[in-house]
C-alpha cells in the first residue's frame, strides 16, 4: 500500500471514530447532555415535576440535563417531538394523561405505542369541587339533583376533551346520566374555573384537590367527593365516589419515556437514575410542597397501565361525543 493510500485510509477511520464519539456511541452512557422534551408550558406542574427531576438526575449521571419545553395541540406537539426522536437514549419525553386522547381526537398519530416506557412518578385524581354555600351537603344530594333537571347544571374545570372533562363525562355516565345534557364551560385551566366556581358562573368544577386547596381551606369551597379507587390520606375526611356507589375513577398522570427504539441497556440507566430520584427524601418532600401525588410504576407496569388507559379513554370521548 502506498503511503497516499494509507494517509487516505487512516483519514477516514479518525474521522469515523471522531463521529462516533461525537455522537454518544462506543462511549460510555451517558456522555453527553441529555433532553428531556416537555409538552406543556413553563411554570406548570408537568414542567416544574420535569425540571426538578432533570436537575436531580443531573446529579447522579455528571452529565447536564436540560428540559426543552414543546407546547401546542393539547399535548400534541411534545409528544411527537419526543417520540420521534433519535432513539439514543439523549432525547426522552416527560408524558402525560393527554397521550392517551390525542391520537382519538385527531390531534397527532403518535401515541403509547411509539415509546418505550421508562416509569410513572405521578398520579392526581379528580375531586367534585362547589361553593361552600352550594345547597348540596354531599355527592349523593348533587347526583339527585343533576339527575332531576340536568340541563340546570354547568361544569368546568378546564379546556374540552381534557382529563377534567373526561373525568366528569365518565362520573356522570357511571351515575345513569346522559353527560351531553350537562354543560360543560371550557377554561384555560383549573385556576380560571376555580374563579368562575367562586364568582357562582358555574355549579360545579372538576380538577385535582390540590388545585383548589387554598380555596377548600379557607372555607370558600368544599370538596364533595374524589374519583379515586380509595381515600386519599392527605384529604381523608374527602369521600370517594364508589362509597357512593359510583363505580368511577379517573386523574391525570406524569411519567417519562423514549422513543420507541431506545436500546434497552440506555433504558436501564435511565430507569434506574429516576428511580433514584423518586426514592429520594427531596423528591417526597417536593412532591408534597406541590402537592403532587406519588404513584411509582416500573416500565413493564406502566407500558400495561398506558396500553389500558389508552383504550379507557376511547369510550368516554365517544360517550362524551367528541368522537364517533
Known amino acids: 500500500m502506498s503511503r497516499y493510500k494509507f494517509l487516505i485510509i487512516t483519514g477516514i477511520i479518525?474521522?469515523?471514530?471522531?463521529?462516533?464519539?461525537a455522537f454518544g456511541f462506543g462511549a460510555k452512557y451517558p456522555s453527553r447532555n441529555i433532553t428531556i422534551i416537555c409538552p406543556w408550558s413553563p411554570g406548570g406542574g408537568?414542567?416544574?415535576?420535569?425540571?426538578?427531576?432533570?436537575?436531580?438526575?443531573?446529579k447522579r449521571l455528571g452529565v447536564p440535563v436540560?428540559?426543552?419545553?414543546k407546547t401546542g395541540g393539547n399535548g400534541a406537539i411534545g409528544h411527537s417531538a419526543a417520540a420521534y426522536a433519535k432513539p439514543d437514549g439523549y432525547t426522552i419525553g416527560i408524558v402525560t394523561m393527554e397521550l392517551s386522547t390525542i391520537p382519538w381526537?385527531?390531534?397527532?398519530?403518535?401515541?403509547?405505542?411509539?415509546?418505550a416506557p421508562i416509569m410513572q412518578f405521578n398520579q392526581d385524581y379528580a375531586a367534585v369541587i362547589v361553593g361552600a354555600n352550594a345547597p348540596w351537603k354531599n355527592i349523593e344530594e348533587l347526583i339527585d339533583a343533576i339527575k332531576k333537571d340536568p340541563e340546570k347544571f354547568t361544569f368546568s374545570g378546564s379546556g374540552a376533551g381534557s382529563i377534567w372533562d373526561l373525568a366528569r363525562v365518565g362520573m356522570l355516565d357511571k351515575a345513569g346520566i346522559d353527560p351531553k345534557k350537562v354543560k360543560w364551560i371550557p377554561s384555560k385551566g383549573a385556576a380560571p374555573a376555580i374563579t368562575e366556581l367562586l364568582g357562582g358562573?358555574?355549579?360545579?368544577?372538576?380538577?385535582?384537590?390540590?388545585?383548589?386547596?387554598?380555596?377548600?381551606?379557607?372555607?370558600k369551597l368544599k370538596a364533595l367527593a374524589l374519583m379515586a379507587p380509595e381515600r386519599d390520606p392527605?384529604?381523608?375526611?374527602?369521600?370517594t365516589l364508589k362509597e357512593n356507589g359510583i363505580d368511577w375513577s379517573a386523574g391525570t398522570w406524569r411519567g417519562f419515556a423514549a422513543p420507541k427504539k431506545?436500546?434497552?441497556?440506555?433504558?436501564?440507566?435511565?430507569?434506574?437514575?429516576?428511580?433514584?430520584?423518586?426514592?429520594s427524601k427531596e423528591f417526597k418532600?417536593?412532591?408534597?410542597?406541590?402537592?403532587?401525588?406519588?404513584?411509582?410504576?416500573?416500565?413493564?407496569?406502566?407500558?400495561?397501565?398506558?396500553?389500558?388507559d389508552y383504550h379507557r379513554w376511547n369510550h368516554v370521548l365517544k360517550i362524551a361525543g367528541y368522537i364517533k
Not at 292 to 308: A, C, D, M, N, V
Open 234 to 239: 392527605r384529604f381523608a375526611d374527602v369521600p
Open 14 to 21: 479518525l474521522v469515523f471514530l471522531f463521529s462516533l464519539s
Open 46 to 58: 408537568t414542567d416544574r415535576t420535569a425540571r426538578f427531576i432533570a436537575s436531580e438526575m443531573q
Open 201 to 219: 358562573h358555574v355549579s360545579v368544577i372538576t380538577c385535582s384537590y390540590p388545585e383548589a386547596a387554598p380555596q377548600i381551606k379557607a372555607g
Open 105 to 115: 381526537l385527531g390531534l397527532s398519530k403518535v401515541s403509547y405505542k411509539d415509546f
Open 262 to 279: 431506545t436500546p434497552k441497556d440506555r433504558l436501564d440507566v435511565l430507569y434506574k437514575t429516576i428511580k433514584d430520584v423518586t426514592d
Open 285 to 308: 418532600d417536593f412532591m408534597e410542597k406541590n402537592g403532587f401525588g406519588i404513584k411509582i410504576r416500573g416500565p413493564q407496569e406502566f407500558e400495561k397501565f398506558l396500553e389500558e
Open 66 to 69: 436540560t428540559v426543552v419545553n
